[in-house]
């Protein structure tokens, strides 16, 4: 119970970035493609598969909610790194660390300095899972944010056009039976929407992207605002960049916590 009580305190505002499932999201409204579109979706696709990704994110951003009985925003800094690196802190408004937290594939560290407090678990945790859905993984986290698909994950695609006209919806199913769909903007080529749905067709996962922000010296692009609606959160969060200072990869130790010895530690089942 202490557990549960104590985690309430930070997760509005870690959950922005955790990527919270129960987005009420519907399959997208399409129509057929003809020869022409149809060459044209698949050139747009191939082209977005291609692209340059970034290894990692180095960046301030501001966090938003909007949900049922609280509203506001947060400063923070967040380093991310393939393929299930990740670094977060939530600062005061003079910059000091309120919440930290990192993560890989396996485990995860989460320092409240507020109270003294350190949690400790698994990323395949019941703790874990009780804020980030099993249907997207440590190492499906990067690609969700960045706004990219993983190499060989979209297999076997099927491509529409929205009624609309505006550009193309691609959608495929995993190896574990989840539904994704993915809208590219037939102008600037842009990963726009993602849609995931389980196995029974039920709605998981939302994000809307805008605002892609361009490295000139790499040519590694990354959005700038990050959208996440649903009926679970009862409301909306949003990830704002305010500063991309590098896409370099960091050292091991950015992703290790070690909480002064005072700290009392935790470890959540």
């Known amino acids: 119970m202490r557990t549960r009580i104590i985690a309430r305190l ?28 149809e060459q044209e979706a698949g050139a747009l696709w191939s082209g977005f598969l291609a692209s340059k990704r970034p290894p990692a994110l180095d960046a301030d951003i501001r966090l938003g909610w909007d949900v049922l009985g609280s509203k506001g925003g947060v400063s923070a800094t967040v380093q991310l790194q393939h393929p299930a690196l990740l670094r977060f802190a939530a600062n005061d408004p003079l910059g000091r660390a309120l919440i930290l937290a990192v993560a890989d594939a396996t485990s995860f560290t989460m320092v409240d300095n507020r109270i003294g407090h350190v949690y400790r678990g698994k990323t395949d945790s019941k703790f874990w899972h009780s804020y980030v859905p099993e249907s997207v993984g440590p190492e499906a986290l990067f690609f969700f944010l960045g706004g990219f698909i993983p190499e060989g994950e979209a297999q076997q695609v099927t491509l529409e056009q929205d009624v609309q006209k505006k550009g193309f919806w691609y959608h495929w199913q995993d190896k574990h039976s989840m539904r994704h769909y993915a809208f590219l903007d ?53 990830v704002q960049v305010e500063k991309i200072y590098s896409h370099t990869p960091q050292k091991a130790a950015t992703f290790r916590l070690a909480p002064p010895p005072h700290f009392t530690v935790e470890q959540v089942p």
Do not use: M, N
């Not at 970035?17 to 129509?31: F, H, I, M, W, Y």
């Open 10 to 37: 930070w997760l509005p505002v870690l959950c922005c970035l955790l990527v919270l499932s129960g987005c009420a999201g519907k399959q997208p409204k399409t129509v057929p493609l003809g020869p022409v579109e």
């Open 186 to 238: 037939r102008r600037s080529g842009e990963l726009q929407q993602r849609l995931l749905f389980d196995a029974h067709g039920d709605s998981v996962l939302e994000l809307r992207y805008a605002d892609y922000r361009r490295d000139p010296a790499s040519g590694y692009v990354w959005p700038g605002h990050l959208q996440i609606t649903g009926e679970a959160i009862t409301g909306t969060l949003t």
